[in-house]
């Protein structure tokens, strides 16, 4: 029953005000066996992907050059595409919502810094592809894909979603109370392009995870051409690192839908401003 | 401020007591225009995309066939997925939290059967493709590539997701009362298995199509492999497809969070059981 109890929560919300306060907020069981369940879930799966990703890369693409080897060079692009808009994006947002434990500001400060460590890797990751793609002999065109579509649109709303951020945070440090209307507005909007953004960055991810699979086992004769042994448990490593990527999407989407439902104690926790 | 006039609220969320009743749970402007907007963008987009897919087979792959010629046959496939997993599934899910004007037995109702009419086009689509893989010379080996995979995962996921809601109602129609909490646990476990569900309904989709270009453009050149103005317009429309399904899977699951999300009316139509 999420309607009782809550007149007892103070509006604004405030940090210094805790769910413990109220004995009858208090999780069961079940609830931190949830809780725990997630996060330890969700960490692994966040480690694993990266890690998966530079393992596929170094063993069986030949590791990583700069523009000296257009081939090389690419291999830039997925690692840290993964390490920038999954895992520190990943860890960013479940931070945000599973963190009990710090002060708010802080948290959202966490928050920030997570995501402000995904720009120069998804910086890096832009350039490595755009490069090897226009040193490679024939250049190839930039912009085609589905993938790349959506590639586009991810990094597009990933900047403006740090902005409008950033910015929030500032406005909050200067005049908190003054501000508290607005952005209790700003919130819930945030909070569901952020999540749209981590959905579209997956989508993004598995799109080009399938292309590179296609071009390297190459054109129609793709289902049936398992040439060697080594290239076989490579179609094995692509298709469980689409596999985590997909859980990844589940479980930060279940987790921030889930950590507001079963008790009013969560409702409060998470919904802060 | 959602941790007003709660307690107002009948505990059992009955059909019978509506949002209504309390003036200051009255909707405002604002409310009504995100309401309206996510209707009406839901709509065209899940119809556009079945509508799309459709072009997209008849106009570029040929049209259909059954097991007379394999490869007409596999253009079931996307259509019939498209409209099971995509389209009826996500007027089912948005429905059930969008209806404002039924009672909640009948939005119920129509949730069961937006789901149940997608059961005939996912065991078509699923053995067009079965048929279609293994009649063509030579046989195409099944479940083998990321989009398989996933599928696999998906139709698990939708069948059991299926069987649990369908015996639940039946459980409600039975005895009300005396099932509800029982129900009242099941709710959030349901709902997010759904929205999982839908998003990897959305990954399966953008995977297959990925796949099926690459497959259709060929190897390594695939980049640069455009032959004819034909070719080049079908890729277009193949990409706008995926990003029509992208945008699909970010607007019903905003819809899902924000319909509870700015007024205490809302989070009481929504979250009642």
């Known amino acids: 029953m999420r309607d009782r109890h809550l007149n007892k929560m103070p509006r604004g919300g405030s940090a210094t005000a805790r769910y413990e306060e109220d004995p009858e907020n208090a999780w069961n069981c079940g609830s931190w066996f949830e809780y725990l369940l997630i996060v330890i879930l969700s960490t692994i799966l966040l480690v694993g992907v990266l890690v998966l990703t530079l393992f596929w890369v170094i063993f069986y693409r030949g590791g990583f050059a700069w523009s000296e080897n257009p081939e090389l060079q690419f291999n830039l692009h997925p690692v840290l595409m993964v390490a920038g808009f999954i ?21 959202k400060l966490v928050h920030m810094l997570f995501h402000a460590c995904a720009i120069p890797c998804i910086a890096l990751g832009f350039l490595s592809v755009f490069d090897s793609h226009n040193l490679s002999e024939p250049p190839k065109p930039n912009f085609y894909s589905l993938h790349t579509w959506l590639g586009f649109v991810t990094m597009g709303m990933f900047a403006m979603q740090f902005v409008i951020g950033f ?21 819930p909007i945030h909070a569901s392009f952020g999540l ?3 959905m579209m960055a997956i989508a993004t991810c598995v799109t080009g995870l399938v292309e590179k699979e296609r071009q390297m086992i190459g054109g129609d004769s793709g289902d049936t051409a398992i040439s060697t042994r080594s290239s076989e448990i490579e179609h094995y490593i692509m298709n469980s690192l689409g596999i985590v990527l997909v859980a990844i999407g589940i479980i930060v989407s279940v987790a921030v839908r889930r950590s507001n439902a079963p008790a009013t104690a969560k409702v409060y926790v998470t919904e802060r401003i």
Do not use: D, Q
Request: proline share 0%; glycine share 2%; charged share 15%.
């Open 196 to 198: 749209a953004n981590f």
């Open 167 to 187: 910015f929030s945070f500032l406005i909050l440090l200067c005049c908190e109370n003054r501000t508290y209307n607005c952005r209790a507005t700003m919130v």
């Open 87 to 107: 895992t520190f994006s990943g860890f960013s947002i479940l931070l945000y919502r599973l963190c009990r434990c710090l002060k708010h500001i802080y948290v």
